[in-house]
Each structure stands twice: as C-alpha cells, then as structure tokens.
C-alpha cells in the first residue's frame, strides 16, 4: 500500500477528491479528520481506499461509504472503488476530538466565549403547553432554510418534545467525550431524551440538571452556529437560572397565549431576566385566535391581547421596549407537522401558522450580532 510519500500521481489525484469528501454528522473533510487509513490504486486503475470510523456501531458508515466510493469513482482513470472500513483506536479518537475542540481545554461552552459570533435564543414560557417547543422547532427550521446554521438544546428535561418534533430521531454518536448530534431538516439537536432509555422519565434535580446542560453545550461538537435556540422546560426554574450562568450572553424569547391568565404567568417568567441581567427579545403569541371551518372568521379561543399585555408589563419592568414578535393562530397543520416530525414552516410555509412563523424567524435572521448583544452582567439591557 502506498503512503503520503510514495504516492502515484493517480492515488494523489484519489487523496485530492477524498479532501472534498466531508464526514456526514462533523461536517469537515475526512482528510482533516484523520479518517483516510490508506489509499492505493493498481495499475488497471483499481482503486482500495481504507478508511477509518470514529466508532465501531457508526451510523453513518454507509454514507461515508457512499461518499467516498462516489468521489473516488469520479477520478479520471479509476475503474473499480473497493472501500474497507476500519475503527479508531482510542488514541485517535482522542485525537480527533482535540482537533475538533481547535486544541481548547475541555468543558469549555464556546458560546459564552467572549467574541462568540453565536446569537443564543432561550424560549422561555410561564406554563407549559403553550406551544414552546412547537415555536422552537419551528423557528429552527425556518431559520435553517434560510441557510443559517442551526442548532436546538431540548433543555426541557421533563417534556422534552424537541427531536420528535423535528424528525430527528437518530442517537447522538460519541467520539471520546465528544457527542456528535443528530440533525433532521437542517437542525442539529441534542435532547435529554437521546440518553434515556425508551420513554422513560427523568427525575432529575437541580445540580444535575445543571451539569446535563452543561455538557450538551459544552461536550456536543455543534460546529460553527449561526444561532442557537435553546428550548427551557415552563415556568422560572432552575434551568433558566442554568442558562444565564452558564451562557450570560442568551437572549430571552417568551411564549404565552392570549389568555390573561397565562400572561400573568408569563410575565412572571420573563422579569426572571430582570435578576439574570438577560436581553428579553420579545414575546410571541401562540394560539391566538383559529379560524372558523365554517365560516373561516377568527375565533378567539383562549382570549385576546395575552401577548401584548405582557410585552407591555415586561416593557414597564425593564425600562426598554419589548416586542410583540408575532402571534400564531391556532392551526390544525402546526399540530400534525409536530407529531410527524416535518415543521409546518417547511411542509405547510404558507399556511397561517407556517407564515407567522416564518416572519419570526425573519425578524430573528436580521438581527445584528453585535458587542451591544454581549452581556456584561451589569444592567438589565433590552433591544430588539
Ligand atoms: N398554534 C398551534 N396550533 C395548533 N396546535 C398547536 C399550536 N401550538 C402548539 N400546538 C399543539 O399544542 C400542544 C402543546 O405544544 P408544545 O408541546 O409545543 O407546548 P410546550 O409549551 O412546549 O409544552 P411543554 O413545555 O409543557 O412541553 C402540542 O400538541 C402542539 O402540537
């Protein structure tokens, strides 16, 4: 088997096409990632590519398969591929993890880093089934199809409803102490239910709580994120307490419905980021109103004016003012794109709630990211 230095020109031209081949859950040429074993190709131009996986049960073996046969294939000159797979020892492993850490020390959460160019998004509601992770998932999508790069932590440890809602019902892989998310619709997401067995509850406490997201921030190899949501369980507890020391500079994105009762909720819920020094964005109301089958009038189901209501009480509170985003109708089609894993935004885009949503997302998508947006744990700051 030839090496880097006794290289033919062919088997140089096949190490050319495989750098362009990139790892299907990292993202980055398998060249960068020391996944090329060996390459030699005989003189009838028969091709054997050795390659190695992170893990021994990887998912994604047969796509790297793929990948590599089709690129390799494309070479002039290459008449047959035969592509042999092979397992990391843990010494590489870990060596592929500290590459992908860029040489950083461990347990480092590269979106508290000052200078991080990662806008980070905690939905927040006062109660729960107000839509959360339903506006998550999509807000998600949305901004993932605008080519954004995208990520959600189901941080709703007791509900956690996230990775059903996307799709993305893949294990997370892991490479040493490094957990590599799975991603559906464009959306890496890492939730507290990839780690459980079946359904099962989780009947955690506070500091452990606290370290699970630690570790899905600190340990998941997201990549480069454009922004990050971060979907927090109902009501103002310790999570939300979590995410402000954990990630100073997340903003805060509130949910509630119409209805008053659940704005007093809410309300409560964001002055939560009055004592944490955290930016609210501004409020999003879901289920406002739901037209008539009959009729197609809009009728008002849980009330009117939650949304504003509490934008209004948060805009006293804070001193700066905070936005209604949107308001969501209530949608049939919302609903059946979150139990079947395709958020309506992308299967339904101009449906009511679909484009609600989207215009959300686009408001979020203009934002600037700049120093104004770090916190520096002073003052409460609001801007939108
Ligand atoms: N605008 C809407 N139209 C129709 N159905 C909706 C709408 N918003 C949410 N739902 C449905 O309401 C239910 C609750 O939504 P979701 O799980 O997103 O709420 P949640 O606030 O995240 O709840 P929890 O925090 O308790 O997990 C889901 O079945 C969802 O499909």
Redesign the pocket.
Known sequence: MATDTEATPIEESVRAALAKVQDPEINRPITELGMVKSVAVDAAGAAHVAVWLTVSGCPMRETITNRVRDAVSAVPGISSVEVELDVMSAEQRQELASTLRGGQAEKEIPFAKPGSLTRVYAVA?GK???????VTVNLAAALADQGLKVAVVDA?IY?H?VPRMLGAEGRPTQVENMIMPPSANGVKVISIGMFTPGNAPVVWRGPMLHRALQQFLADVYWGDLDILLLDL??GTGDIAISVAQLIPNAEILL?TTPQQAAAEVAERAGTIALQTHQTIVGVIE??SGMPCPHCGEMVDVFGTGGGQTVADALTRATGAKIPVLGN?????R??QG?DEGKPVVLSDPDSP?GSALRAIANKLASRQRGLSGLSLGLTPKNKF
């Open positions: 509601s729960g089934g107000v839509g959360k992770s339903s709703d509900g409803s369980p109902p949910v879901n289920m969501i109708p209530i949608d049939v919302l609903r979150g709630a």
